[in-house]
């Protein structure tokens, strides 16, 4: 049992963030939560609970909605990651507007994982009812707003998103 | 307090045969790290012992459900959201594809694997169930080769299993024989989406000619182990279904069950529940299930 304890050094990992490519010197089992907030700074991406029941740290990697904390780091490698700080282009996300006109946001700390998670819906579902809503949401929790804004912004959301497309 | 990244090692190389490898290479020294969900938490409560870690997350001979005639097998490495996609399991494995949709959330149903969840080895987990009511059989690999072990017994105890330390659990079987039966699957948590079973139940049957052909229970959350329910289903089977095998019914179940008082429930609450449970089961059984 001499070499129960080796150590992995730190290593390069490459990622691609919001479109960009990242090589960040990192171990192996850090949290893809801890890399984007603390070495690229990309602190839109909240923690909540640090166990996956919130929700509040969703992001996209390769395009399915995970909780980042949940994910080390290794796994993520040459991964394409989305946060919430990918998500307006030159004006705000069609998401962003409706949960800013609903309502939809109050202390702040769940929204970005809300909207990564609404987004992750309306891409498998352009036609979501409120069931498939409140499911779909269900993994990401909110302490203030009553849901009832939230799911109001998504439902405007898909409406919109759908008009554009006709 | 939170894990230190630098006290750990992960590796990942990349197929199941260099996977093996390292497992055999000192057994029991690497433990497999799939979707994380289970052990990510304990991690990140600074509970994870083990401090060496193979990552088998998107290995591909783990992935895919692939569909043959007489059966169905599952990759370990399938996770929730594939599985509660796939037609053949929602229309044949109802109660496996009903579990997925509870397990969690959408990102954890992303991530979250079956193979995690039999090898996790809760007595809680969601899937289990469905897979004691399908008799499912499981596919081990290590570099000394496969072997096929039943479902039934694979858990050997509270958290423990007949897995070796140089193996993966590698697919799920299930028989596709079931689709002229009911299925019938319920969850009692204290919220539908996040929340770990109180008690859940899994069955299937069928009733011909007034009598109950096929049945199979089986209950989450009431025994250090997913429990099938063999006296229960003994003492209905053969049977037409009235007020007096109800009553037989609930005093077989609370008297094979071992369920325990703990954070999500009390052992009074389970019993009253699980009998209710395989109550309601029955009646819907009786109410025109096809055979
Ligand atoms: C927020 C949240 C909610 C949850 N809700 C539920 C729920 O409602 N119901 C439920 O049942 N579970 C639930 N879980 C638990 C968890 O999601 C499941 O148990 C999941 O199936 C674990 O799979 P994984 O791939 O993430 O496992 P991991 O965490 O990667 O591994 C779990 C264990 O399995 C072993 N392992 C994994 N794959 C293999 C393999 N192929 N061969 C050998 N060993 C293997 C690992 O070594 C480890 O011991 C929840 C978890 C979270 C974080």
Known sequence: ?166 | MRSNPRDYQLVAPGTLHAVLSLLAEAPGKWLPIAGGTDLMVLYGAGKLAARNLVSIWSLPELRGIEVLPDQVRIGAGCTYAELREHPVIAREFPLLARAASWTGGTANQNRGTIGGNIVNASPAADSLPALLVYEAELILVSVRGERRVPYLGFHTGYKTTQLAGDELLRAVCLARQFSECLHHTRKVGARSAQAIAKVAIAALGGVAGGRVQEVRIALASVAPVPLRLFETERAVKGKSIDKCLLAAARRATVSEIRPIDDIRSTARYRSAVSSNLVEEFLRRLSAGAPI
């Open chain 1, 1 to 166: 049992m001499s070499n129960s304890h080796e150590i992995s050094g730190r290593r390069e990992f490459c990622f691609t963030v919001n479109g960009e490519r990242k090589t960040v010197p990192a171990y192996p089992m850090e949290r893809l939560l801890d890399v984007l907030r603390h070495q690229l700074r990309l602190t839109g991406t909240k923690e909540g609970c640090g166990e996956g029941e919130c929700g509040s740290c969703a992001v996209l990697m390769d395009g399915i909605l995970v909780n980042s904390c949940l994910v080390p780091l290794l796994q993520a490698q040459n991964a394409n990651i989305l946060t919430i700080e990918g998500l307006a282009g030159a004006g705000l996300h069609n998401l962003q507007q409706a949960f800013l006109h609903c309502g939809g946001t109050q202390c702040g700390i769940c929204t970005p994982g809300m909207i990564l998670a609404a987004l992750y819906l309306l891409k498998k579902n352009p036609f979501p009812t409120i069931e498939d809503i409140r499911e779909g949401l269900s993994g990401s929790l909110c302490r203030c707003t009553g849901y009832m804004q939230i799911f109001e912004a998504v439902e405007e959301a898909a409406r919109r998103q759908t008009s554009d497309e006709v």
